[in-house]
């Protein structure tokens, strides 16, 4: 990381030597310059609006405070974190949404999502309520606030199929990613060289 940094700050302290030595050669200004002409005024009075395609703030302050707790961790935990980071980029698609629905039941599981699971299971017996509250776990917190502004406006007969449809769906890719993860680990389990068992 330091040794990525140092170039970057050599070139900045380059920039600004650079930028000393020419505010020093620098010619005098001429004398009696022509006045420059006026805007037009469509250009004059037409409000300024910042260019398209800026960076994000927020992105960028999220990207630096996530170098600031890379900058602060330890040797032993930057490894573990690469060891994570590449066990990852070796999974399939299927296998990360397969992990991201398993690990959305645990860090997602919050007392106010667990009580209003139980309110929609109180609406919707119907629903299984183990789909139910694994699709509530696993929606996204914008997921869910549109669909609790969506059965807010639509009529009562209506909002069981809504919700219905919504549970049904994410029961089929789950059910999808899910056997796509078994076969593609008993397939790597196939692969794994059995040990060698040294003789006596």
Request: hydrophobic share 35%; net charge positive; aromatic share 6%.
């Given at each position: 990381?330091?040794?990525?940094?140092?170039?970057?700050?050599?070139?900045?302290?380059?920039?600004?030597?650079?930028?000393?030595?020419?505010?020093?050669?620098?010619?005098?200004?001429?004398?009696n310059?022509?006045?420059?002409?006026?805007?037009?005024?469509?250009?004059?009075?037409?409000?300024?609006?910042p260019?398209?395609?800026?960076?994000?703030?927020?992105?960028?302050?999220?990207?630096l405070?996530?170098?600031?707790?890379?900058?602060?961790?330890?040797?032993?935990?930057?490894?573990k974190?690469r060891?994570?980071?590449e066990?990852?980029?070796?999974?399939?698609?299927?296998?990360?949404?397969?992990?991201?629905?398993?690990?959305?039941?645990?860090?997602?599981?919050t007392p106010?999502?667990?009580?209003?699971?139980?309110?929609l299971?109180?609406?919707?017996?119907?629903?299984?309520?183990?789909?139910?509250?694994?699709?509530?776990?696993?929606?996204?917190?914008?997921?869910?606030?549109?669909?609790?502004?969506?059965?807010?406006?639509?009529?009562e007969?209506?909002?069981?199929?809504?919700?219905?449809?919504?549970?049904?769906?994410?029961?089929?890719?789950?059910?999808?990613?899910?056997?796509?993860?078994?076969?593609?680990?008993?397939?790597?389990r196939?692969?794994?060289?059995?040990?060698?068992?040294?003789?006596?």
């Amino acid at each position: 990381m330091v040794g990525a940094t140092k170039p970057f700050i050599q070139g900045i302290l380059l920039f600004c030597a650079l930028g000393i030595c020419l505010q020093g050669w620098a010619l005098p200004s001429p004398e009696n310059l022509p006045v420059p002409p006026p805007l037009p005024p469509s250009l004059k009075n037409k409000p300024l609006t910042p260019p398209p395609n800026l960076p994000d703030p927020t992105e960028l302050y999220a990207q630096l405070n996530q170098l600031g707790d890379l900058l602060n961790m330890s040797p032993e935990k930057l490894n573990k974190l690469r060891q994570t980071i590449e066990f990852i980029e070796k999974m399939s698609p299927n296998e990360r949404e397969a992990m991201r629905i398993r690990i959305s039941q645990i860090t997602q599981s919050t007392p106010e999502l667990k009580k209003e699971i139980q309110e929609l299971v109180s609406r919707f017996p119907e629903i299984p309520i183990s789909n139910l509250s694994q699709f509530w776990f696993a929606a996204s917190k914008d997921e869910r606030t549109l669909i609790r502004q969506s059965l807010e406006s639509l009529e009562e007969d209506k909002q069981f199929p809504f919700l219905s449809a919504k549970v049904e769906a994410f029961v089929k890719k789950r059910d999808e990613v899910f056997d796509s993860m078994r076969t593609s680990l008993e397939q790597k389990r196939k692969n794994i060289p059995s040990p060698t068992v040294p003789k006596p």
